[in-house]
């Protein structure tokens, strides 16, 4: 069934995806409650009638993101490179020229699930920092649609030893990870303001780029119009281990929220990104 969805000609598929939206919002009413709480926390000079405008352009942006993720069964590589347009492919090329692997840093923004077209930029492998979903059906899926094109996927767990695999082997990649993610509370060894909430934050992308001494860029895509979306790579640092400690992350962050700030209803609200909030902050972790 998703596969004839995904065949689907453009202009009906954004026609289902509008139905979609109908009943996703209005009927199933689809983590309504989380979202509206997570803008009201986030946005709280902003008036009901402007929280309920972002809310209904964010499941509309959603309904958009979910069925272009399932178009990824099916798009060639053609299509997908003009609907999803890398604006500054010399930052990796230069990168590249040096003999270094790269960290690519990716928020839940926009259209995070198309970023797979920079494979299509040469040179680079693209790698996937991948962690499995719970839904073993789900997570197949998931796993097909982000390996399409030759990307590869690696588990959480196993980062360090892929990395330093492929460094061994002489694999130069650019090795993705979504950050704006919560740790596990046992886990969150460093608080800061996301948003201007103070909550733990993940630290993966950071570690492994100061630990290997590899350059960071940040991906940032922003949606042009319906169907279309342009990223430009922002270069944080080309020396880690010359960073002070969370500099890449706070560098990140502030690229997050200025996105979010502009354009929020293009954020991935669903997810519980503040839930430790109110949490216990664990023993001897770092409070910014």
């Known amino acids: 069934m998703l596969w004839c969805i995904s065949k689907l000609p453009w202009r009906i598929f954004y026609v289902f995806s509008t139905c ?21 926390l986030v946005f709280p000079r902003k008036s009901k009638q402007e929280i309920y405008g972002i809310r209904k352009a964010f499941y509309r942006h959603m309904c958009d993101m979910f069925l272009e993720m399932i178009k990824t069964m099916s798009i060639s ?5 003009k609907r999803f347009k890398i604006t500054n492919p010399e930052v990796l090329t230069t990168i590249e020229s040096k003999n270094k692997s790269i960290i690519v840093l990716i928020a839940h923004y926009a259209s ?12 680079f492998p693209i790698v996937g920092v991948y962690k499995k979903l719970k839904n073993e059906h ?9 390996g399409r094109f030759d990307a590869r996927l690696i588990s959480k767990h196993n980062t360090i030893r892929a990395i330093t695999r492929d460094k061994v082997q002489g694999k130069l990649c650019a090795y993705g990870f979504v950050t704006d993610q919560s740790p596990r509370l046992k886990n969150s060894m460093y608080w800061t303001n996301f948003m201007d909430i103070k909550v733990p934050i993940y630290l993966g992308g950071e570690k492994i780029a100061k630990r290997m001494n590899l350059p960071v860029v940040y991906l940032k895509v922003d949606k042009a119009k319906r169907g ?5 790579f922002i270069l944080i640092t080309e020396n880690p281990e010359e960073c ?4 890449i992350t706070k560098e990140y962050l502030k690229l997050v929220e200025s996105q979010i700030r502009t354009k929020p209803e293009h954020y991935l609200w669903t997810h519980k990104r503040w839930k430790y909030r109110n949490a216990k902050i ?7």
């Open 228 to 232: 279309y979306y342009e990223a430009e």
């Open 112 to 123: 995070y699930e198309w970023s797979i077209a920079v494979q299509f930029l040469g040179g």
């Open 20 to 40: 979609l939206y109908i009943v996703t919002y209005y009927i199933i009413r689809y983590r309504k409650k989380i979202v509206t709480e997570n803008l009201t």
């Open 282 to 288: 664990p023993k001897g972790a770092i409070v910014d």
């Open 138 to 146: 789900f997570d197949k899926l998931i796993h097909q649609i982000r």
């Open 244 to 247: 002070d400690d969370y500099y």
């Open 77 to 81: 590589e053609k299509e997908l490179s």
